[in-house]
T-cell receptor, first 114, second 112 residues
Framework: EPEVTQTPSHQVTQMGQEVILRCVPISNHLYFYWYRQILGQKVEFLVSFYNNEISEKSEIFDDQFSVERPDGSNFTLKIRSTKLEDSAMYFC????????????FGSGTRLTVV | TQLLEQSPQFLSIQEGENLTVYCNSSSVFSSLQWYRQEPGEGPVLLVTVVTGGEVKKLKRLTFQFGDARKDSSLHITAAQPGDTGLYLCAGGYGGATNKLIFGTGTLLAVQP
């Protein structure tokens, strides 16, 4: 069964530091997403990426966040200057097409900002 | 604000019982997906429904999308301890994004 792979599984960083979360989506999928889940809260949409550009982003996805697909396989989320409130589980997901197609999620990166 | 409310939030039942989880919104969705999430893991897709009134079955799980595409239900027949987990509904808005809005979740515990 194809998987979405995320690294690292855990990351602890100092407030103000930059972090890059990495994802390898399923190879024939065309749509890529980042979601986050603060402990005990709902899964929240951050950004969607299609055809090498951001197709939609949420209010959470401010100027401190950026995404990149630097090659044909990796999909990264960068947080430029982390804040305490960025502590959460970050999930990468991909889907083969858009409307009506379910996502495959990765296992997540637990980010702790201290 | 787009909201998907799930009920109940918590459910503890005995093995062999039946249960239904509800997912309600005031918004119309182009699709409705159900996921199951284990602690510390990402959600795992169970089913996607796209047509109002659609019913899909996955072994002992039956999923229904409301006629108006604003609500959905998940019915589990003869629950087993292996069904224990967090069940999430997620509404899709389609278009170029297919962004999902996740529900508040239902934590199910099935006691042997």
């Amino acid at each position: 069964e194809p998987e979405v792979t995320q690294t690292p599984s855990h990351q602890v960083t100092q407030m103000g530091q930059e972090v890059i979360l990495r994802c390898v989506p399923i190879s024939n999928h065309l749509y890529f997403y980042w979601y986050r889940q603060i402990l005990g809260q709902k899964v929240e949409f951050l950004v969607s990426f299609y055809n090498n550009e951001i197709s939609e982003k949420s209010e959470i996805f401010d100027d401190q966040f950026s995404v990149e697909r630097p090659d044909g396989s990796n999909f990264t989320l960068k947080i430029r200057s982390t804040k305490l409130e960025d502590s959460a589980m970050y999930f990468c997901a991909s889907s083969v097409k858009g409307r009506g197609y379910g996502y495959t999620f990765g296992s997540g990166t637990r980010l702790t900002v201290v | 604000t787009q909201l998907l409310e799930q009920s109940p939030q918590f459910l503890s039942i005995q093995e062999g019982e039946n249960l239904t989880v509800y997912c309600n919104s005031s918004s119309v969705f182009s699709s409705l997906q159900w996921y199951r999430q284990e602690p510390g893991e990402g959600p795992v897709l169970l089913v996607t429904v796209v047509t109002g009134g659609e019913v899909k079955k996955l072994k002992r799980l039956t999923f229904q999308f409301g006629d108006a595409r604003k609500d959905s239900s998940l019915h589990i027949t003869a629950a087993q301890p292996g069904d224990t987990g967090l069940y999430l509904c997620a509404g899709g808005y389609g278009g170029a994004t297919n962004k999902l809005i996740f529900g508040t979740g239902t934590l199910l515990a099935v006691q042997p």
